[in-house]
C-alpha cells in the first residue's frame, strides 16, 4: 500500500485542518489505518485509528472530542478533521496502514506495515 498524506500547514490555535491520506496499490478496505505525530524531539505518538469498515474509531485521550477520523473507502482516502487545534498539537502526521489487526492493538504503531511521508501541521499561539 502507497500512502500519500496532505493537509498540513499553519493554523492560528482554536483554528482547524482536515488532513488527508490516500491510498493505492492494495484493497484499501482491507487495512485499518491510522494517524500518528511526532513533535520535534518527541517520540512519534498514536493519533487516532479507524477499522477497515469504519465501523470503530480510536482516539488519544489528547485529541478526543476534537479530532474526527473518517474513512471513505470509495475515494481509497482516510480523514483526520482537527478542530480547535492548540500549539501541542504542532507535528508532523504521518498516516498509516494495518492489514486486519486485532481492533485492540490498533493504537500501537507497531502493528502498521505502511506508512506515508506525513505533513507538518504548526499552530501558532
Known amino acids: 500500500v502507497q500512502l500519500q498524506a496532505s493537509g498540513g500547514g499553519l493554523v492560528q490555535a482554536g483554528g482547524s485542518l482536515r488532513l488527508s491520506c490516500a491510498a493505492s496499490?492494495?484493497?484499501?478496505?482491507?487495512?485499518?489505518m491510522g494517524w500518528f505525530r511526532q513533535a520535534p524531539g518527541k517520540e512519534r505518538e498514536f493519533v487516532a485509528a479507524?477499522?477497515?469498515?469504519?465501523?470503530?474509531?480510536y482516539y488519544a485521550v489528547s485529541v478526543k472530542g476534537r479530532f474526527t477520523i473518517s474513512r471513505d473507502n470509495a475515494k481509497n482516502t482516510v480523514y483526520l478533521q482537527m478542530n480547535s487545534l492548540k500549539p501541542e498539537d504542532t507535528a508532523v502526521y504521518f498516516c498509516?496502514?494495518?492489514?486486519?489487526?486485532?481492533?485492540?492493538?490498533?493504537?500501537?504503531?507497531?502493528?502498521?506495515?505502511?506508512w506515508g511521508q506525513g505533513t507538518l501541521v504548526t499552530v501558532s499561539s
Open positions: 498509516a496502514a494495518s492489514h486486519f489487526p486485532p481492533p485492540a492493538t490498533m493504537t500501537q504503531h507497531g502493528i502498521y506495515n505502511y
Open positions: 496499490g492494495r484493497t484499501f478496505s482491507n487495512y485499518a
Open positions: 479507524i477499522t477497515w469498515s469504519g465501523g470503530m474509531a
